[in-house]
């Protein structure tokens, strides 16, 4: 199987169902690189490379670059979906939804509602998320908990190569709107990634570890620090079950609670608040759903209720690591 990149998946995704189906098509800015300018037209191709191609493939029609108004190409790719297309709205950075929030808020997710289940909007909002490249604080944040919010929205966020084109098909496929997530930490991460179309369901979790000891609960990026920190842990012999959630929205809290039948001890590792974020939702639902099998109470490892700082020490500080991943799952253990 061959070896690619998180940024090739993504690209090899919406290739895939690009050239399926005549339907999808990307908008959103700078999906086509250097439009415009003088030189190569697909100069670049999003921030992070991952429309790098596609424009000279399919045409302005179907690889759209829009102009700075998130809230008018976000309303036109509802527009499309509702008329039977299957848009792709590249937001950029997921801290931008805010300048387009009524439609992906309070339009997007309740078209199927308000019309009786007569309508749908098969469409997905695809933004880079989390910080750890020096993009600033209005570039870095991670809203996951903010789109799991409102129901009608599925949520998903890959941690490898392998899962993001699955999951990016799937999500192109799916007659549900759904926020599409890329750590910009992985572009770069690498994993076996088939050459052919395949999907993988939403809301199944999957366990990167298996162990008695604790449970670790991640996505995303933060798969990537629990798993250092599990073979940390791993040496010191206490024996880590690792979940990659793939999803927020479904969750799949009956794969949490089966985990936690075993070892009773949980800990949740999110970048995003500390405050009504993801990590709080996921605790509070498993003390509900699984309180009988707990022997401690769940340890959240989050990012600190402060903005994101540009000097790489302090965002550094920012990101969960694995050293706080290690110590909280030492603390659980009572240590």
């Known amino acids: ?63 759209v670059d829009a102009t700075l108004t998130e809230g008018a190409f976000t309303a036109l790719g509802l527009g499309a979906a509702t008329q039977g297309m299957r848009p792709v709205v590249d937001l950029m950075f997921n801290d931008f939804f805010s300048t387009s929030a009524d439609q992906v808020v309070n339009q997007i997710p309740k078209q199927h509602f308000l019309f009786g289940g007569q309508d749908k909007a098969p469409m997905v909002i695809k933004a880079n998320h989390g910080a750890g490249v020096g993009a600033g604080a209005q570039h870095s944040q991670a809203l996951h908990s903010i789109f799991t919010y409102f129901a009608g929205l599925k949520v998903v966020m890959p941690s490898n190569a392998y899962d993001c084109k699955g999951l990016l098909i799937q999500a192109i496929r799916d007659d549900s709107p759904v926020i599409f997530l890329e750590p910009k930490l992985l572009m770069d991460s690498t994993a076996d990634v088939p050459d052919e179309a395949y999907t993988i369901p939403f809301g199944e979790a999957e366990y990167i570890t298996e162990g008695d000891d604790v449970t670790i609960v991640a996505l995303g990026y933060m798969v990537t620090i629990a798993q250092k920190a599990a073979a940390a842990l791993a040496k010191q012999g206490i024996e880590v079950e690792l979940l990659d959630l793939r999803t927020t929205s479904p969750l799949d809290l009956d794969t949490i609670v089966e985990s936690l039948e075993k070892t009773g001890r949980l800990v949740i590792v999110d970048e995003g608040s500390p405050r009504c974020g993801f990590a709080s939702d996921v605790a509070a639902h498993v003390t509900a759903a699984a309180f009988e099998h707990l022997k401690a109470a769940p340890k959240m490892v989050t990012a600190p209720f402060t903005q994101i700082g540009f000097a790489p020490a302090y965002e550094q500080a920012y990101i969960p690591s694995p050293e706080r991943v290690e110590a909280a799952v030492k603390e659980v253990m009572g240590e």
């Open 1 to 63: 199987m061959p070896i690619k990149t998180f940024r090739q998946a993504i690209i090899e995704a919406l290739d895939s169902e690009m050239a399926r189906d005549p339907g999808v098509f990307l908008i959103g800015e700078d999906v086509a690189g250097g439009t415009g300018c003088e030189g190569e037209i697909d100069a670049w191709g999003s921030p992070f490379g991952q429309s790098k191609g596609l424009y000279g493939k399919y045409g302005p029609m179907r690889v």
